[in-house]
T-cell receptor, first 114, second 112 residues
Framework: GAGVSQSPSNKVTEKGKDVELRCDPI?????LYWYRQRLGQGLEFLIY????????KSGLPSDRFSAERTGESVSTLTIQRTQQEDSAVYLC????????????FGPGTRLTVL | KQEVTQIPAALSVPEGENLVLNCSFT??????LQWFRQDPGKGLTSLLL?????REQTSGRLNASLDKSSGRSTLYIAASQPGDSATYLC???????????FGTGTRLTIIP
């Protein structure tokens, strides 16, 4: 596709359930990033992939959060045993290589934990 | 720890005016700085990227400058239009660190 796509666009879940968020980066982009934006707050970095490897997981807020990437393409962010404080917009971005390249963002997934 | 601040948090100006948005960062060892706009309910759109070796970048009515030594960047918008209304975010990448550290954002409203 022409840009980064994310699914679902909206997800409402009950506290304690697991959720999976998907990101399809721009074709050919080797770097992929996940960020989180909670209501009224700035964007927080979660995790970065170079290819299928995640050299920087420093932003994952707890061990309930995990992410993987396959085929140097699609990435999935999984949140286990969701809590209300996980409610946020989860944004995915990709860039051609790393560091020097512009990051292109998807439209985000709005997660609401009841 | 890198901190990125944007002032003001909100700005309203009449259509047609030129305006400047400010971004400051505490660690000058940046690799690049990027300006984004975010429209309500939507993702981020990249506007300009300035490498650490550059002083400014221009795209249409937008001009971004970078002064690493003082830890500052500005985004200049000429002849503002109602369609420019959005939240503007600056973000920096530090050397040796792949992630973007975002500023707090400036919510811009252009009054027709």
């Amino acid at each position: 596709g022409a840009g980064v796509s994310q699914s679902p666009s909206n997800k409402v879940t009950e506290k304690g359930k697991d959720v999976e968020l998907r990101c399809d980066p721009i074709s050919g982009h080797t770097a992929l990033y996940w960020y989180r934006q909670r209501l009224g707050q700035g964007l927080e970095f979660l995790i970065y992939f170079q290819g299928n490897s995640a050299p920087d997981k420093s932003g994952l807020p707890s061990d309930r959060f995990s992410a993987e990437r396959t085929g140097e393409s699609v990435s999935t962010l999984t949140i286990q045993r969701t809590q209300q404080e996980d409610s946020a917009v989860y944004l995915c971005a990709s860039s051609l290589a790393r560091l020097s390249d512009t990051q292109y963002f998807g439209p985000g997934t709005r997660l609401t934990v009841l | 720890k890198q901190e990125v601040t944007q002032i003001p948090a909100a700005l309203s100006v009449p259509e047609g005016e030129n305006l400047v948005l400010n971004c400051s960062f505490t660690d000058s060892a940046i690799y690049n700085l990027q300006w984004f706009r975010q429209d309500p309910g939507k993702g981020l759109t990249s506007l300009l990227l300035i490498q650490s070796s550059q002083r400014e970048q221009t795209s249409g009515r937008l001009n971004a400058s970078l002064d690493k030594s003082s830890g500052r960047s500005t985004l200049y918008i000429a002849a503002s239009q109602p369609g420019d209304s959005a939240t503007y975010l600056c973000a920096v990448v530090l050397f040796g660190n792949e992630k973007l550290t975002f500023g707090t954002g400036t919510r811009l409203t252009i009054i027709p």
